[in-house]
């Protein structure tokens, strides 16, 4: 941008507003983008599929719809791909909207493979624990894995990792004896102890290092158990050196080995603090969260879907069904036929993938879920001949309702993995498919426990009886846990009762189990219909080794010194659940800077210097429910939406709020783009600014550690880097306010080798395009936690978008995990030379001639990243005088067009403080630059 100034110098405001109208966009967007919920049910499959857009406006407008998105936005020739996570019926609603929809990225089976893939890595472990334990015999067996001897600055030091068959059950350190040579005794060459080290859960070895001093290389160890359990090993040399005993010290890395679950993650830290505690601090943070928990509910109509196994059967009894987005609906009087397993002679027999052989037509055909598309399983079935198909799912959970679209004609329904057994433990076997049936809103009635589900809630029943006689009153019973409601029914003993009825006499005479509530702010002046027992749930299966309580966040604080008097960097993760390679790359980190100190002189300069928080999962309740409910829950577990609203269990996976839309600067409730008031949108902002205990906790740390000048929130997925300003108001994309050309500077230097260290892992660039200010690089995200930081509490503050995917596979994720780890040990090299750079910055002025007669162009050139103020009309230049400026967004330093002849004074000031020439805008001095152009 090209400024011409006279000798009345342009003030910062109308600067401010020159630069924020580049930013104005004026093309054409879909209609009908207002907020609201979009139609998910908690049995939906969700996917991530490609929204095609023409331009920012049209992604403004996607965002104005309050649809879960993905980070993922890619310029490209014909526009702008933006990934949303939709279910079929969302995306249905976005189509409406007039959004076009591309190709499905990611869907629920990719994560379950992860969770799957997570399981079979932690059974290894647990294999291997139990063959070391058949070996046991009286006392528990020691196993040396590893036990190198390597040199560091003259330094040497002695490396053990070993296990013990008691590793998994008790916590205690291993006792490491050395001997000062061949020939000698255990001991005499010193000891040390190892550590326990357990990974999701599951023990997997003890390790450590530790400086030898003065003593000797020793050539054998031992390694005793207090349990009694001992073994011995030969000492190997780790990188020797040919010629000398001295070089680079190792420096260990690769601390991860599965995906980790908040209580892994927490777990993890506590054992780092037990093992570090000079070194570390376990800072709980005051807000606790609401806790993996939720009360009991049930909504109160006939049964739905259902399949019913006739007698003789094993399997006979009836069991719950889920429907398709493809084909048609199964007859609501049923469709009855024998259940025959289908097979296709391929791979896994029972899929469906190929088509069925010696399958008898006319039949209801059985298959698994897995290995292709649903449609392709019930297209093969159907050109077998079978009249239904039914798809068991292969991991538990309920049954959900399946994606895709094709040529389908059959009934295709899907049962749970434990009825697929079941039923396939009963064959043969006749049946029948009942589709649901339709019921009016009006007559549905919604009950919630007033116990937590899993303090009592869940063992609550309720049944709409129709008592078979005429002229009966509506009743209540209650025995135990017990609610049978009796309907009213009239002279031809036909049923009476209202929903409201019915709500009113739960409420009066079961008011004490239960609060009861119309569906979705119906009326409820439709006649109920009688039901069987309906047990009421928390819909939770998380393992009870998954705590139901108010979680304490905790921050690990890591640094020789950590009394507030040194630089602070904070690294957090998991704002958003379903994100779980950042939380990795969070306690790789801790690992790599603990494990390295007491022989790597850099991190030890590192953690001697600052001040370092890290907390490994912001959001636990909602990671807990993204490992074991849904997959892709974005938000917390709390629920905000009125009874009046999708308050029900089939609005349970859109309940919550964004973490990352719920800070107070810049925020929705300040008018700003990017979030959403529906309580059911992705991008949820909460009933308030700081309404959530995990924003809170952000705010708190920051706010109560005024040290922490540098912070780095852990997020995935789109391989981006971003700072501030990360939200603006529409129309005209007016950004919140944009950093100074100097702190441009300083964050864009700073990204750089960040960048650069996360590349030498594997080689990935994080590309231009995908560096910088948020609202420039994604979109609108008003209210998150960056801008908050950047703006209420001063701190430089960057933002990791890791890798393409929120749970890509185990391979993928651990290089991610390495990579970006890379990343964040520099960012707190930056923050050590940032609070080291005592040198001050030097500055000229370039001048060359104007375009018009009697005009100079002025640009100034500062030796690092520096904020330059200057005066135009002889005046000394203060902090109060024009701060030179950036041309416009993304273009670099603007120049200044002024009257030949000009005398310009200015000074700089580097981010770190240091003021050129040393000198002090707030005296009389007169050390300030100076020159005339032209």
């Not at 939380?583 to 390295?596: F, H, I, Q």
């Not at 703006?791 to 995990?817: C, L, M, R």
Request: glycine share 10%; charged share 20%; net charge negative.
């Amino acid at each position: 941008m090209r400024k011409r100034i006279g000798l009345a110098r342009l003030s910062l405001a109308t600067l401010a507003l020159a630069l924020l109208g580049a930013t104005m966009l004026a093309t054409s967007a879909p209609g009908d983008t207002g907020q609201g919920d979009l139609g998910r049910v908690a049995a939906d499959d969700v996917s991530v599929v490609e929204v095609l857009l023409e331009d920012r406006d049209a992604l403004d407008a996607l965002v104005a719809t309050g649809v879960d998105l993905d980070h993922n936005v890619t310029t490209t020739a014909d526009g702008i791909v933006a990934h949303a996570v939709v279910t079929a019926k969302e995306a249905e609603a976005l189509k409406g909207k007039g959004f076009k929809l591309g190709k499905v990225v990611y869907s629920e089976d990719d994560a379950e493979a992860r969770v799957a893939e997570r399981e079979a890595t932690i059974a290894e472990h647990v294999e291997a624990l139990e063959a070391l334990e058949v070996e046991a015999l009286a006392t528990d067996t020691v196993k040396i894995i590893r036990a190198d001897y390597y040199t560091s600055l003259g330094n040497h030091y002695l490396s053990v990792e070993a296990k013990t068959s008691d590793g998994q059950s008790e916590n205690f350190q291993l006792t490491v004896e050395r001997d000062s040579g061949p020939g000698t005794d255990f001991g005499s060459g010193g000891t040390q102890n190892i550590s326990r080290f357990v990974d999701a859960g599951v023990y997997l070895y003890h390790r450590g290092a530790s400086n030898l001093g003065s003593n000797p290389r020793p050539d054998y160890i031992r390694v005793t158990s207090p349990n009694g359990g001992s073994d011995v090993a030969k000492v190997n040399d780790w990188l020797p050196l040919p010629d000398e005993d001295q070089g680079d010290a190792p420096y260990f890395k690769d601390f991860v080995t599965s995906y980790l679950t908040p209580t892994d993650l927490y777990e993890r830290i506590e054992q780092l603090h037990a093992e570090f505690p000079t070194l570390t601090d376990i800072v709980e943070l005051p807000y606790e969260t609401n806790g993996y928990r939720r009360k009991a509910q049930a909504i109160l109509e006939p049964p739905g879907m259902r399949l019913v196994v006739d007698t003789p059967s094993p399997a006979a009894g009836e069991y719950e069904l889920a429907g398709a987005s493809f084909g048609p609906d199964a007859p609501v009087a049923g469709l009855p036929g024998t259940i025959a397993l289908g097979d296709d002679a391929t791979g896994d027999v029972n899929d469906g993938c190929e088509p069925l052989v010696g399958f008898p037509a006319g039949t209801i055909a059985l298959v698994d879920r897995g290995s292709c598309p649903f449609v392709q399983k019930a297209v093969n079935a159907q050109d077998a001949g079978a009249i239904a198909v039914i798809v068991a799912n292969n991991v538990p959970g309920d049954p959900f309702n399946m994606g895709g679209s094709g040529p389908v004609t059959i009934p295709a329904v899907m049962v749970s993995q434990d009825d697929g057994t079941a039923i396939k433990a009963g064959l043969p076997a006749t049946g029948t498919v009942f589709g649901a049936p339709s019921i009016s809103n009006a007559s549905r009635v919604v009950v919630d426990s007033l116990a937590w589900g899993h303090e009592g809630g869940n063992d609550i029943s309720v049944q709409l009886l129709d008592p078979g006689t005429t002229n009966q009153a509506l009743d209540v019973g209650v025995v135990g846990d017990s609610i049978a409601v009796s309907l009213a029914t009239d002279a031809s003993g036909a049923v009476t009762s209202t929903a409201a009825e019915v709500v009113a006499a739960l409420d009066a005479d079961a008011g004490s189990l239960v609060d009861a509530y119309t569906y979705r702010g119906s009326s409820g002046d439709a006649v109920v219909n009688p039901t069987r027992e309906i047990q009421l749930s928390d819909f939770l299966s998380a393992p009870d080794t998954v705590s139901r309580e108010p979680w304490t966040v905790r921050a690990l604080r890591i640094g020789k010194t950590r009394d507030g008097s040194k630089l602070g960097v904070l690294a957090y993760s998991q704002e958003h659940a379903r994100e779980w390679v950042p939380p990795l790359v969070s306690v790789e980190t801790a690992e790599r800077l603990l494990r390295n100190y007491a022989h790597d002189g850099t991190t030890k300069q590192l953690l001697n210097n600052l001040d370092i928080f890290i907390i490994p999962s912001v959001n636990p309740d909602g990671g807990h429910y993204s490992f074991y409910d849904f997959a892709s829950q974005r938000k917390n577990m709390t629920n905000h939406c009125p009874l009046t609203g999708p308050a029900d269990p089939n609005g349970r996976n859109s309940w919550g709020v964004d973490n990352n839309r719920n800070y107070d600067e810049y925020s929705l409730f300040d008018g700003y783009s990017g979030a959403s008031t529906s309580c059911t949108s992705g991008t949820f902002a909460g009933p308030s600014e700081l309404s959530e205990p995990e924003s809170a906790n952000v705010d708190w740390i920051a706010g109560n550690y005024p040290n922490i000048k540098f912070s780095m929130n852990l997020h995935s997925s789109g391989n981006y880097f971003m700072w501030s300003p990360g939200s603006y108001l529409l129309p005209g994309r007016i950004s919140a306010p944009r950093p100074t050309l100097a702190e441009e500077s300083f964050f864009w230097g700073a990204s750089s080798r960040i960048l650069t260290a996360i590349k030498q892992h594997r080689g990935l660039s994080v590309t231009p395009a995908r560096t910088g200010p948020i609202s420039d690089v994604l979109y609108s995200a008003a209210g998150n936690s960056g801008d908050m930081l950047w703006y209420k509490h001063g701190i430089y503050a960057w933002n990791f978008e890791v890798g393409t995917s929120f749970q890509p596979d185990w391979e993928e994720a651990h290089e991610e995990a390495m990579e970006f780890s890379n990343g964040l040990v520099e960012l707190m090299h930056v923050a050590y030379d940032f609070d080291k750079d005592h040198s001050r910055p030097e500055s000229t002025v370039v001048a060359t001639p104007g375009t018009e007669p009697g005009t100079v162009d002025v640009m100034f050139d500062t030796s690092e990243p520096a904020a330059v103020f200057y005066t135009l009309d002889g005046s000394r230049p203060t902090y109060e005088s024009t701060l030179y400026a950036a041309a416009g967004i993304r273009e670099g330093a603007e120049t200044l067009t002024v009257p030949t002849g000009t005398t310009i004074h200015w000074f700089s000031v580097d981010s770190a403080g240091n003021v050129e020439n040393n000198y002090d805008p707030s005296s009389s001095g007169r050390n300030f630059n100076k020159t005339t152009v032209g």
